[in-house]
């Protein structure tokens, strides 16, 4: 490393060069009889041949020591002073694709954060081309983007790829429910979803990243979950296991009722019971999974209120039956795979994909556009109408061109073509055609 002020022994005869001693140069009152100006010559045999350097100094200490140094340098006796470093290889740009589809995912530039942010998805296109985005957040929020457009800049989207890998260990929120649990990434498939495989065996398939976080081994969170959460899951998993005689990793509704109310300190009520079957759609033919149930149990434990951690159920084969909701369920947390039939329909909405959530008082059925086998009356499929749809409209006899802003069941919100929003109305079927 080049010094500016010479290090010299105490007798002033050595230098330090920053790695060995070398004869100091010769100072002013050394050699007083020299010229004002003189020629240095050094030669050194040894490194790649002679090598002289020849410089003109005024003969005093700093200039024969800049000198003599200089001369180091260039022999490599001495570390050469550092280069400035590198500028960083140039961000790879992101190609832009033409257009994106429903469910693809994407990054969003928030201009909040400055930063663009991932696991972010495309769920619905505007008719102006414009994207409607889902953008999670902390704590479970989750905002929509109403009209963004494919960029680079601040509050545009562009091609997202997930952070995670098979083979990655992570902590997932399992089937939603907000309960974080090791596991290990098994696949990655098309649609960019995981299939898990967690530390206690269970296994969850179309896992969205959203719902998924990376994990140290070592971490705090792993050590809590193996030293409390999977010590009362097993310690469940143990007890149910006592009336599992067959080995099947099930146990009959019958002596999970029985469990329930008759075993313990504190048993539970037969109506309590009767009413919590009939709302998990757990008839006492049903057989359950006790290693889902035990996870279930184990994560509901944090005494939330039941809306705040309503069960969410993917169901298929689905109808509406006297106001109850029968299907057959892909993953039922106490069920595992079976039919279900639910208790009394609190409501059912629709997303712009025409997925259908059925709630009840303590679940949450969720019915894809295709999973029923008769749909219900007020299902998107079957009105003729949507929104974004150019159509005419009756107003005191005259048909007018108007735009369809909203649909409600077999109402709809319409704007008049050419006319303030102040006209917009709610109109039902018969005042409505289409555009031929």
Same mark, same amino acid.
Not at 26 to 34: I, T
Not at 399 to 419: A, K, M, N, P, T
């Given at each position: 490393?080049?010094?500016?002020?010479?290090?010299?022994?105490?007798? +002033?005869?050595?230098?330090?060069?920053?790695?060995?001693?070398?004869?100091?140069?010769?100072?002013?009152?050394?050699?007083?009889?020299?010229?004002?100006?003189?020629?240095?010559?050094?030669?050194?045999?040894?490194?790649?041949?002679?090598?002289?350097?020849?410089?003109?100094?005024?003969?005093?200490?700093?200039?024969?020591?800049?000198?003599?140094?200089?001369?180091?340098? &260039?022999?490599?006796?001495?570390?050469?002073?550092?280069?400035?470093?590198?500028?960083?290889?140039?961000?790879?740009?992101?190609?832009?694709?033409?257009?994106?589809?429903?469910?693809?995912?994407?990054?969003?530039?928030?201009?909040?954060?400055?930063?663009?942010?991932?696991?972010?998805?495309?769920?619905?296109?505007?008719?102006?081309? !414009?994207?409607?985005?889902?953008?999670?957040?902390?704590?479970?929020?989750?905002?929509?983007?109403? #009209?963004?457009?494919?960029?680079?800049?601040?509050?545009?989207?562009?091609?997202?790829?997930?952070?995670?890998?098979?083979?990655?260990?992570?902590?997932?929120?399992?089937? =939603?429910? =907000?309960?974080?649990?090791?596991?290990?990434?098994?696949?990655?498939?098309?649609? &960019?979803?995981?299939?898990?495989?967690?530390?206690? +065996?269970?296994?969850?398939?179309?896992?969205?990243?959203?719902?998924?976080?990376?994990?140290?081994?070592?971490?705090?969170?792993?050590?809590?979950?193996?030293?409390?959460?999977?010590? /009362?899951? &097993?310690?469940?998993?143990? #007890?149910?296991?006592?009336?599992?005689?067959?080995? !099947?990793?099930?146990?009959?509704?019958?002596?999970?009722?029985?469990?329930?109310?008759?075993?313990?300190?504190?048993?539970?009520?037969?109506? *309590?019971?009767?009413?919590?079957?009939?709302?998990?759609?757990?008839?006492?033919?049903?057989?359950?999974?006790?290693?889902?149930?035990?996870?279930?149990?184990?994560?509901?434990?944090?005494?939330? /209120?039941?809306? %705040?951690?309503?069960?969410?159920?993917?169901?298929?084969?689905?109808?509406?039956?006297? +106001?109850?909701?029968?299907?057959?369920?892909? #993953?039922?947390?106490?069920?595992?795979?079976?039919?279900?039939?639910?208790?009394?329909?609190?409501?059912?909405?629709? *997303?712009?994909?025409?997925?259908?959530?059925?709630?009840?008082?303590? !679940?949450?059925?969720?019915? +894809?556009?295709?999973?029923? !086998?008769?749909?219900? #009356?007020?299902?998107?499929?079957?009105?003729?109408?949507?929104?974004?749809? %150019?159509?005419?409209?009756?107003?005191? =006899?005259?048909?007018?061109?108007?735009?369809?802003?909203?649909?409600?069941?077999?109402?709809?919100?319409?704007?008049?073509?050419?006319?303030?929003?102040?006209?917009?109305?709610?109109?039902?079927?018969?005042?409505? &055609?289409?555009?031929?």
């Amino acid at each position: 490393m080049y010094m500016a002020d010479p290090v010299y022994s105490p007798d +002033g005869k050595f230098m330090w060069t920053g790695k060995e001693w070398i004869p100091a140069p010769p100072s002013a009152e050394d050699v007083p009889n020299q010229p004002s100006e003189q020629t240095i010559n050094m030669q050194d045999s040894v490194i790649g041949g002679d090598v002289v350097h020849k410089t003109v100094i005024n003969n005093d200490p700093t200039a024969v020591t800049s000198a003599v140094i200089a001369a180091l340098q &260039q022999m490599g006796m001495v570390n050469q002073t550092p280069a400035a470093p590198a500028a960083p290889p140039p961000t790879p740009e992101v190609v832009l694709p033409a257009a994106f589809n429903v469910g693809d995912h994407v990054e969003y530039h928030s201009p909040t954060n400055a930063r663009w942010l991932d696991r972010c998805k495309v769920v619905g296109i505007n008719d102006d081309g !414009t994207y409607r985005i889902e953008v999670p957040y902390q704590d479970s929020i989750v905002q929509t983007k109403h #009209a963004v457009v494919i960029g680079s800049a601040p509050g545009t989207i562009r091609p997202a790829s997930p952070p995670f890998n098979a083979g990655d260990r992570v902590f997932v929120d399992w089937k =939603g429910y =907000g309960h974080y649990y090791p596991g290990r990434i098994a696949s990655e498939h098309d649609d &960019q979803t995981f299939m898990i495989h967690f530390d206690d +065996g269970d296994v969850e398939d179309n896992v969205e990243w959203r719902r998924i976080e990376p994990m140290q081994e070592d971490s705090a969170e792993v050590q809590e979950y193996v030293e409390n959460v999977m010590k /009362e899951e &097993q310690e469940l998993i143990e #007890a149910f296991q006592v009336f599992d005689t067959d080995g !099947t990793g099930t146990i009959s509704a019958r002596q999970y009722f029985e469990i329930l109310t008759e075993i313990g300190d504190d048993p539970i009520s037969v109506d *309590d019971v009767l009413e919590e079957f009939a709302e998990l759609g757990i008839g006492m033919d049903s057989e359950i999974d006790y290693r889902e149930l035990a996870k279930y149990m184990v994560s509901s434990e944090d005494g939330a /209120e039941p809306e %705040q951690h309503k069960v969410e159920v993917v169901i298929r084969d689905a109808q509406i039956v006297d +106001g109850k909701l029968k299907g057959y369920a892909y #993953a039922h947390p106490k069920l595992g795979e079976g039919p279900v039939n639910s208790s009394s329909i609190l409501g059912i909405t629709y *997303d712009e994909r025409a997925t259908a959530r059925v709630e009840t008082r303590n !679940t949450v059925y969720v019915v +894809g556009p295709t999973g029923w !086998t008769v749909s219900p #009356a007020d299902h998107p499929f079957n009105n003729p109408y949507s929104a974004g749809e %150019q159509v005419k409209v009756e107003w005191k =006899g005259e048909w007018w061109d108007s735009l369809i802003r909203e649909v409600s069941g077999q109402q709809y919100l319409i704007h008049y073509v050419g006319f303030e929003s102040s006209w917009d109305e709610w109109v039902g079927p018969e005042r409505i &055609q289409k555009i031929s």
